[in-house]
């Protein structure tokens, strides 16, 4: 069988997101309190090319655990792998004198069909965090 020798490129662009305030989680086998950030077209996969992390208030500091998930349950700790830890750091909501930071994963980010990115926090945090990927479908 030949090796596909030209490049492809994404069918669709696909923004996914979410914003939430997480519960700890300490786990780093991508078991308990996780939420799900992008999911990979069924049949032909996806690209990630850009993930980016802010606050969506005050919030202590703490750690962003971000795991690639084989499509199937995420409470079994063979279905996940640990990609990327991301410190977090502290901030304090203004409306006029600091903006939020912004905190980037490396990326590219290539899942086959139907597999996942997730996050879980180590350190529950009041206002949340607003976690996007930017992306394409295959």
Avoid: C
């Avoid at 977090?88 to 939020?100: D, G, H, R």
């Amino acid at each position: 069988m030949a090796a596909n020798t030209s490049q492809i490129f994404s069918k669709v662009s696909d923004v996914q997101w979410v914003a939430s305030g997480l519960g700890a989680n300490t786990a780093t086998d991508g078991t308990g309190t996780t939420v799900l950030i992008f999911t990979a077209d069924a049949t032909n996969g996806g690209r990630i090319e850009r993930v980016q992390a802010m606050h969506l208030g005050t919030n202590v500091a703490g750690m962003l655990r971000f795991f690639v998930n084989n499509g199937a349950t995420a409470a079994t700790a063979g279905n996940n792998t640990l990609i990327e830890e991301l410190a977090m750091p502290a901030n304090t909501v203004s409306q006029s004198a600091i903006a939020t930071p912004q905190v980037l994963l490396r990326v590219p980010i290539i899942l086959p069909p139907g597999y996942t990115l997730r996050a879980a926090v180590t350190t529950a945090v009041a206002a949340g965090y607003q976690i996007t990927a930017f992306g394409g479908k295959y």
